[in-house]
């Protein structure tokens, strides 16, 4: 009805002409007069309006899953596998004492209040308390270490290294199994997808980064690489390797102007180049007919790739490096002083297997599988020196995956927990120092574990400013700006 009044109206103003214009606002004033004392109506709401639903929307769930799926990660497996990886500390005491220090489990727990609390109705905490009191949804991260001394293994101990932020939603959350209606119950909308972190009452996000796609080699050329050494080229095959607790180090075979290739690795934040052939006689115990045999395989008639070859090979025999065990006593030698965290009693070829173990090629268990891995590289790199196969482009989609925050969160944790091994090894060394005949008995591990702190602080300070700072740059390309707010 009130469309055709309005048409009505406009042909009477139509016809009427400019005169009748004042005709046509009556009537339209009289029309919304009308409109103004109708009755407000709920006939065309949807029938199950204000009802709560029983399920959440899987649409919006999706929202936070990628976060969520990472942090429920880390407390499935990615922990325990990172415990695993953690390095023991191993040193001596002035009374010849051999002390060997090693975490065996860790297991993260949900949020709960303090033992003791009086006047509790629930021990459990909720993020919505969280927000309102303006404190941090945390819990506590307990582990046990193992302790030998001369090789007798001690009784296992249990250390608390503090209250560490849980992920809403996430299984260490208390409404990861709740339903809509639960949710309104404890404060939270129905439609709640968590994957945030609440920090003083304040919601934060470890946000996604953008990473160079994991284990495998693609040639790139860079300028800055040429800044590297003597004869440094731009040319060169990258690789970034991760293990399956989501640790990653980046390889770099690069060419030299000379017509050598030498393999850049990393460890603590320094980085180490060394000839590649160096590091394939480390590997396998093979002779040189085989190594050659196998970096020649598909390229029998490149004549100066075989030449090439044929001069690295050369120039360690030079040095004096016949054979496997001279190559791993040599790479030993050179980087004793530089991995202090290997015991000084270890022998310079055990020093070699932990350079390999933990810097080379680290997604790969096996040292036959990592010397394949470089031959591949090596025939890569020189058939791009050559111009029979394209530079690819770092900047393509394929090259590319993304670091989700769990996935950090993880690598972060490790490496805390890497740093307080050191600090508890400095603590009893210090108490160790001034007295004569000192021994490590269970009162002064005891002490020394009190002394030893937290790894809580560390963390807090990170999703303060969203900056890393940790003693092995976890791989990453940048260490500030990680966290949105």
Not at 59 to 79: I, K
Not at 80 to 105: H, M, T, W, Y
Not at 116 to 124: D, E, H
Not at 383 to 392: D, F
């Amino acid at each position: 009805m009130c469309v055709s009044a309005s048409v009505c109206i406009v042909i009477k103003w139509l016809c009427v002409g400019w005169c009748g214009s004042c005709l046509m606002v009556l009537e339209m004033f009289a029309l919304g007069c009308s409109y103004v004392d109708a009755e407000p109506s709920l006939k065309n709401l949807s029938a199950d309006f204000g009802k709560i639903p029983e399920k959440q929307d899987d649409l919006l769930q999706s929202l936070g899953a990628p976060h969520v799926e990472s942090f429920n990660y880390v407390l499935r497996e990615g922990l325990d596998k990172a415990v695993k990886d953690i390095l023991p500390i191993e040193f001596e005491l002035q009374n010849g004492d051999r002390i060997r220090i090693k975490f065996e489990s860790a297991k993260l727990c949900s949020p709960v209040v303090p033992p003791g609390s009086y006047g509790v109705k629930s021990p459990y905490i909720f993020p919505t308390e969280c927000r309102q009191r303006g404190i941090t949804y945390k819990g506590h991260l307990i582990t046990k270490l193992s302790f030998k001394i001369n090789d007798v293994q001690l009784a296992l101990v249990e250390k608390d290294l503090g209250q560490i932020p849980i992920m809403v939603k996430s299984d260490a959350c208390h409404l990861s199994k709740l339903n809509p209606s639960q949710l309104i119950a404890k404060g939270e909308h129905a439609e709640e997808w968590g994957g945030y972190f609440i920090i003083g009452g304040h919601e934060r996000l470890i946000r996604m980064l953008q990473m160079t796609r994991r284990n495998y080699p693609f040639a790139v050329t860079r300028s800055s690489w040429k800044q590297r050494g003597s004869l440094f080229s731009d040319l060169g095959i990258m690789i970034r390797c991760v293990k399956d607790d989501q640790t990653s180090t980046n390889n770099v075979l690069h060419f030299v102007r000379d017509g050598s290739a030498k393999l850049m690795f990393s460890y603590k934040r320094n980085l180490y180049y060394t000839p590649i052939m160096l590091i394939l006689k480390c590997l396998l115990d093979v002779c040189d007919e085989y190594i050659m045999h196998q970096l020649m395989a598909g390229y029998e008639e490149d004549t100066y790739m075989k030449g090439c070859l044929m001069n690295m090979m050369q120039a360690l025999h030079e040095e004096g490096i016949h054979t496997h065990h001279e190559a791993k006593s040599y790479i030993g030698k050179t980087f004793k002083a530089r991995f202090y965290d290997v015991a000084s009693w270890t022998t310079d070829e055990e020093i070699c297997d932990f350079v390999i173990r933990h810097s080379l090629a680290i997604h790969l268990d096996n040292n036959e599988d990592k010397f394949n891995l470089y031959i591949l590289m090596m025939q890569k790199l020189f058939s791009v020196v050559q111009n029979k196969c394209c530079v690819e482009g770092g900047d393509g989609l394929m090259m590319h995956e993304l670091l989700l925050g769990g996935h950090l969160y993880l690598q972060l944790i490790k490496d805390k927990m890497q740093v307080w091994l050191q600090v508890l090894k400095s603590i009893i060394l210090k108490k160790a120092k001034p007295t004569a005949g000192f021994t490590l008995t269970n009162s002064e591990l005891n002490w020394a574990l009190k002394k030893s702190g937290t790894i809580e602080s560390s963390l807090n300070a990170f999703f303060a400013t969203g900056n890393l700072h940790t003693s092995s740059g976890l791989g990453l390309l940048q260490d500030k700006g990680n966290e949105n707010f």
